[in-house]
């Protein structure tokens, strides 16, 4: 069974720094792609950034340029979301995801496997 268990959100003041976890278990292999979406209230799903799996091409939501970064290390099965110069309107759920059918995928219907969400609160 795939799990994805999330870690590392909290409360932050605008300005501030966050680095999220997400372990992965239960696939056979490193060859999928990753990615960080998260959901504010009221609002849909949106991604932050992506992985692919095979040349580990990165995409980067235009809100989040320059202030995150994603990472991940095979060694661990973990990736990570580095946040920085958070901002009020970052506050949300953040998910991380991963799919193993598709090479390049950027948006939430093609993310097969889900974390269970941790929460992020930035405040002004």
């Known amino acids: 069974e795939v799990q994805l268990v999330e870690s590392g959100g909290g409360l932050v003041q605008a300005g501030g720094s966050l680095r999220l976890s997400c372990v992965v278990s239960?696939?056979?292999?490193?060859?999928?792609?990753i990615g960080w979406f998260r959901q504010a209230p009221g609002k849909e799903r949106e991604g932050v950034s992506c992985?692919?799996?095979?040349?580990?091409?990165?995409w980067v939501g235009d809100s989040v340029k320059d202030r995150f970064t994603i990472s991940r290390d095979n060694a661990q099965n973990t990736m990570y979301l580095y946040m920085n110069n958070l901002k009020p309107d970052d506050t949300a759920v953040y998910y991380c995801?991963?799919?193993?059918?598709?090479?390049?995928?950027?948006?939430?219907?093609?993310?097969?496997?889900w974390g269970q969400g941790t929460q992020v609160t930035v405040s002004s």
């Open positions: 995801a991963a799919e193993t059918s598709l090479y390049e995928p950027q948006r939430v219907s093609e993310f097969h496997y």
């Open positions: 239960g696939f056979t292999s490193n060859d999928y792609a």
């Open positions: 992985i692919s799996r095979t040349d580990g091409a990165l």
